[in-house]
Each structure stands twice: as C-alpha cells, then as structure tokens.
C-alpha cells in the first residue's frame, strides 16, 4: 500500500530527527564522557584528553542542533509541550553546554596557575550537560509526569547515562590514547560500564510500567517477538564488551576501537528500543507524529531544505574524522 505525501512526510522527518539524536547521543557523548573524567587525570592526561576531542567536538554538537531543529519546524505543537515540561532541565543542559565550551577554549589561553579552575569548569560543564540530558530522558520515558516518583526515577537516569557517557569517553580514549593515560582509560570504562548496564535495567524496567500501550508492545505476542532481539543483542554485547575490556590494551593496540564501536551499537539498541517502543508517539500517549506535524507543505519545503544540509553535515563530519585519525598527539596551540 502507498503511502500519500501527508503520511509519509511526518514518518521522514521522525526518522530524521531519530537519527540526528542518536548521532549525537554516540558522537557527542564520548566528548561529554571525556569532560566527566576530567576530574581523574592529571595535568598532562588532561591536555592529551583534550587533544583526543578537540578536532571532533563541534561538529559532534551540530548534530543536536540539527535534532531540535528539525523538532521545531516539523512538529512545532510537540516542541511547545516537550520543551515546556522540560524547561528546568533544558536550562541547565544549555548552562553546562556554555560552560564547557568557555573552558575549552579559556583553559589554553590563561596562565597555568589558573588552568586548575577551567579545568574544574569543563568537567562541571560536561557534568551538568549529561545529568540534565539523563534526566530528561527519565522524564519523558514516563510520559512528561510530574510528581517525586518521576523525579526520583529522573535523577537514577541521569546519573546511569552520565556513567554512560564516561564510558563512552574512556572508550574513545582507548582509541586515541596509549601508555599510562590508556590503561587508566580501561579501568575507568570497567567502572562505568557497571552503571550504565544499571541505567539502561531501569529504563528498561520504568518504560513498560509507564505505559499500558507500550507493556503490550513488549509482553504481548505477537508484538514482543519484534523487540526481543534488542536486549538479547544489547546484552551478548555488554558482555563481550566486559571480556575483551579485560584484555586491554593489548599488542601492538589491537582491539582498541572496538569498545567503542561496541558501546555505540549498544547505544543504537537501547534507542531502536525505545523508538519502536514509543511509536506512533512524539509526546508519549499525549501526541502522534501526524498530530504534531506542521501543514504537509512546510514539511515539503524544509525537506528540500534538510536534503541539502544533512549530506554536508555529514561530510564535515567524515572528513574531520579522517583527517585527525589515529593517536592524539601533544597539546599545543599557536
């Protein structure tokens, strides 16, 4: 069966927006992860894990911008209540968000005496972004709820995806890194590797009880048999991540990209979960995707629009990481 324009269009530009908020949830979060560890290395590890983002981390945060963008003009009515609920959380992300991207930049310029501060504010910054994003998530996953049960379960997310997020920095610090710095960053993905299986167990746990309509997407046959691959995948991952963590750094630094390309399929798992999970709503059981859309012309429109920036956005993006491949070298800045 075909589907018509006023159907389809909404359907892209969802997957759009999923997409942009996926790539940035794994891109982004391994510069968020590096600032949260900040606070366990010392001076010189410092400049080195800065070195081992800094060509990356703008063009990682584009790919939140390009997401709330594409949820402002194509499902403005959902902007309006999402955005509402989570005004608080939205404050702080966009506090810690400037405060890191102060710090990057002023912790270079000042004298070393005063390094110690910007430093100290690049991980609060880092911190603050990943906590806040952590707690939206818990709140949205129970349907925009208020009250202190939300707030609790809000909070036990937020700080499951920031260990989430510092494992994600340590495993790109396995990559980028070698010597003394790469075996502090196995051991710190080891740790947080314990909180983020917590995180993901209770989101898991949380999302079916927030919903009639998603318990029976997950423990309804036949609806459950689409989902069951997701968190037997996650978990056979999450263990072959925990055995081969064990054996780094390795020979000749064999293995090291694939803790991070296994934490980024697990991500994209956990995601896919929560999309088929959600489905067909933008505002969990409040709103669908076709509800909120825009009128199907502006849709049109911004599609001609988003059919230009995104190949560019991601050509800067493979680029960057092409170019400034391989092992962070020493920090220096003329």
């Not at 710090?103 to 070393?112: G, H, N, Y």
């Not at 952590?134 to 920031?162: D, H, K, P, R, S």
Request: charged share 10%; with cysteine.
């Amino acid at each position: 069966m075909m589907l018509d324009w006023p159907t389809l269009l909404p359907l892209i530009f969802a997957g759009l927006m999923g997409v942009s908020i996926l790539f940035y949830v794994i891109l982004d979060g391994f510069d968020l992860g590096i600032g949260i560890l900040f606070t366990a290395a010392d001076d010189a590890e410092k400049d080195t894990m800065i070195a081992a983002i800094g060509p990356f981390w703008d063009a990682n945060e584009t790919w939140l911008v390009l997401a709330v963008g594409l949820l402002l003009v194509a499902f403005p009515v959902a902007h309006g209540v999402i955005l509402t609920a989570l005004y608080l959380p939205v404050f702080v992300l966009l506090l810690g968000l400037i405060l890191r991207g102060v710090a990057f930049d002023f912790r270079a310029k000042v004298p070393v005496h005063r390094k110690g501060r910007w430093n100290l504010l690049f991980f609060i910054g880092s911190a603050l972004a990943a906590l806040a994003q952590g707690y939206m998530l818990g709140i949205y996953v129970l349907g925009l709820q208020e009250g202190l049960l939300a707030m609790g379960f809000a909070l036990l997310t937020a700080i499951c995806l920031t260990a989430a997020y510092a494992a994600m920095g340590a495993a790109w610090l396995i990559y980028k890194t070698e010597g003394a710095l790469q075996e502090k960053a196995v051991r710190w993905l080891r740790r947080a590797l314990m909180l983020t299986v917590a995180g993901m167990g209770a989101v898991s746990l949380a999302t079916p009880l927030a919903s009639p309509r998603i318990f029976d997407k997950w423990f309804v046959w036949p609806e459950m048999a689409l989902l069951a691959p997701l968190p037997i995948i996650s978990a056979l991952l999450f263990l072959w991540l925990w055995r081969i963590s064990a054996r780094l750094p390795a020979a000749g630094d064999a293995h090291s990209l694939k803790p991070f390309i296994a934490l980024a399929l697990i991500f994209a798992a956990g995601f896919g979960g929560l999309a088929y999970s959600f489905y067909p709503y933008v505002v969990p059981d409040r709103m669908t995707i076709w509800e909120a859309a825009a009128a199907t012309d502006s849709l049109a429109f911004i599609l001609v629009g988003t059919a230009f920036v995104l190949p560019i956005i991601l050509g800067y993006t493979i680029y960057a990481y092409r170019v400034f491949g391989g092992k962070a070298v020493d920090l220096t800045y003329d």
